[in-house]
């Protein structure tokens, strides 16, 4: 089936089979590996992205079902602060200066579930932080320095929404993420 | 996961009509957090899908007799923070909170809520005996892998058929769904006969010895809303969940309770009624008003609550593994009235 998806402010029109996940469309098709896999099963949390602003797990969903809606991975939360720069979202930068991140791996979903959080909530407490973290799953950290990280982000942020339609966002030097312009209806396959 | 034809409906009687045209190869998804991951198991394993997602079923309305209807495609983050909610059903913000996670309950509806299936590992596990999953031998061997197999978190009411055998020892996993029994709510339906309304406390059913069946809906029908009742219990209420971790993990045993209590004269409060909900221990969220019945006339202590406890858990049989719950049970029901009635803190 055909699906019309923007993900991270660039409007994609792509062929799915039926049954494709969310997570594999972003993977497989968009090439935009920042949002990881880790169990398949929606516990671990790796694979949070935001539907139409909130966070959700993107291996449990179709790609189908995000027909029509705007996605945004971790590939689109740096904020562009020049036409070829941008700066990192503040939980990116929380996360590089309270070493909230060992192997990496959980780090992605970790980021989109707190963007979620400080939406709703700006100056959240720990114990508000650890309970909305119980979706997402590290073996390494031990969760302290993902509490501080985001404690950190709270209390560094300017702009803490990602950018969500508006403006397409540059956040590497990404194939599909580097060339983006407003709009534009771009085919993949 | 097996290829699926997908069917995208904009309205209540085409997504009907889509299902009824093949009711046992079709299904509805909504937010398909649950469907999605039985069928990467291959445990369910529909040919059709009919996505209610583009269905008018996502508001919440005030009903006239005071009452609040909860549209099926509702998120459960939606319930539980929609302001009414939180105002009037303490209680369903609750428990939804208590349940998933902030991205699950984001996809998860109050639809599909409702459907959830067992969390017994057996069901998931198709190379297992289990005779829900078992329809044909493409889900597996019949049989129950629990009854004799690791069952901690298997039920412990309810669980006999009539001829006495014992046929799945599952548990409904809702959070959600036990405070709706002890609210009282209504499910309201449409199918290829029309409409009906559903008392929650008849929608899910025990095993008996068609396990295979977790619900009385009829082929075709899909859920359109919920009702919650005027009384909301929002002055004396609890919601109570214990598991194996203080976080994100299935209900060993929960408490819903609810209470009103009225000043009786200058010695202290008397409780003028009460609803009392069990989840993790049975097919269903186990209610029982001769155990209510118990509470209300009486003064608001551990000892009344206890009395109540054990009427809950009349008949109440252990499996080995899971015998602890009968305890645990009788305990987290005095607790759950003790902090519904603000005798003790929620923590
Ligand atoms: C890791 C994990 C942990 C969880 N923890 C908890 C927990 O602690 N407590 C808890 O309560 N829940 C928990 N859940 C379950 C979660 O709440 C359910 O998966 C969710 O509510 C299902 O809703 P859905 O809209 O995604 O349903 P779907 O997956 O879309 O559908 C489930 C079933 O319902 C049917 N259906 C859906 N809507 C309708 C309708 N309107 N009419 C007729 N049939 C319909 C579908 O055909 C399907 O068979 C957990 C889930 C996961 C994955
Ligand atoms: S308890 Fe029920 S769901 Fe679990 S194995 Fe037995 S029959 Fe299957
Ligand atoms: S990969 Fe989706 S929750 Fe683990
Ligand atoms: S940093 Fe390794 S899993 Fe979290």
Redesign the pocket.
């Known amino acids: 089936m055909q699906i019309q998806v923007t993900v991270n402010g660039k409007t994609r029109k792509s062929e799915v089979e039926d049954r494709t996940l969310l997570v594999h469309y972003l993977r497989d098709q968009l090439h935009l590996t920042g949002t990881h896999v880790g169990c398949d ?3 671990c949390g790796a694979c949070t992205v935001h539907v139409d602003g909130v966070a959700v ?1 993107s291996c ?1 969903l179709l790609a189908a079902q995000a027909d029509g809606c705007a996605v945004t991975t971790i590939e689109g939360m740096a904020i562009q602060d020049s036409p070829t720069t941008s700066q990192l979202h503040p939980l990116q930068e929380g996360f590089k200066e309270c070493h909230g991140l060992q192997c990496g791996f959980c780090t992605p979903g970790m980021i989109m579930t707190a963007a979620d959080l400080l939406k709703h909530n700006p100056n959240p407490s720990e114990a508000e932080i650890r309970e909305a973290l119980e ?1 997402n799953i590290c073996r390494c950290t031990g969760y302290h320095n993902i509490v501080k990280a985001i404690q950190w982000a709270a209390t560094h942020s300017t702009k803490p929404e990602p950018n969500q339609q508006e403006e397409p966002v540059v956040a590497d030097e990404h194939l599909f993420t580097n060339d983006v312009t407003t709009g534009e209806v771009v085919e993949t396959h | 996961m097996k290829p699926f034809q997908y069917l995208r409906p904009t309205g209540v009687d085409a997504a009907v009509r889509d299902l009824t045209a093949q009711p046992d190869a079709a ?12 069928m990467k198991e291959h445990v ?1 394993q ?1 040919t059709t899908l ?1 996505d ?1 997602n583009r ?1 008018p ?1 996502a508001t919440v309305e005030e009903l006239e007799d005071g009452g609040l209807r909860l549209g ?2 509702v ?2 983050a939606d319930t539980a923070y929609h302001p009414l909610v939180e105002q009037r059903y303490p209680l369903l913000s609750k ?2 909170l ?4 902030a991205q ?2 984001n ?11 067992t ?1 017994c590992y057996y069901f998931y596990d198709t190379s297992m005996p289990c005779n829900k999953r078992h329809s044909g031998p493409s889900q597996g061997p019949a049989g129950c892998g629990a009854l004799h197999g690791y069952n901690r978190i298997h039920a412990i009411l309810g669980t006999e058929s009539a001829d006495g055998n014992v046929h799945c020892i599952a548990t409904h ?5 036990v405070a709706l029994a002890a609210l009282e709510a209504v499910v309201r ?1 449409s199918g290829p006969q029309g409409e009906r309304t559903i008392p929650i406390a008849d929608f899910h059913r025990l095993p008996g010895d068609t396990p295979q069946h977790d619900n009385t ?1 009829r082929p075709g ?4 809303a919920i009702d919650l009742p005027a009384n909301g219990f929002s002055h004396y209420n609890s919601y109570l ?1 214990l ?1 194996d971790r203080a976080s ?4 060993l045993v929960s408490v819903a309770a609810a209470l009103e209590l009225e000043r009786s004269d200058a010695s202290g409060d008397q409780i003028s009624a009460a609803r009392l909900a069990m ?1 993790g221990v049975a097919h269903k969220p186990w209610r029982k008003t001769e155990a209510e019945a118990l509470l209300v006339g009486q003064r608001p202590t551990p000892d009344v609550f206890g009395r109540a406890a054990d009427a809950l858990l009349d008949g109440a049989q252990g499996y080995g593994h899971n015998t602890f719950k009968i305890e645990l049970a009788k305990r987290a029901i005095v607790r759950a009235l003790s902090q519904a009635a603000k005798l003790e803190p929620t923590e």
């Open positions: 099963t929606s516990s797990k449990t979706g | 299904k509805f998804i909504a937010g398909g957090t649950n469907l999605i991951d039985l369910e529909p009919v209610i269905l079923l099926a495609l998120t459960n428990a939804i208590a349940g998933a996670s699950l309950r996809m998860a509806t109050n639809g599909g809520n409702l459907f959830q299936r969390r996993p809702s959070d959600m769904c339906v809906l029908e899909l859920v359109t969940k598991r994100y993990a299935f209900a989840g």
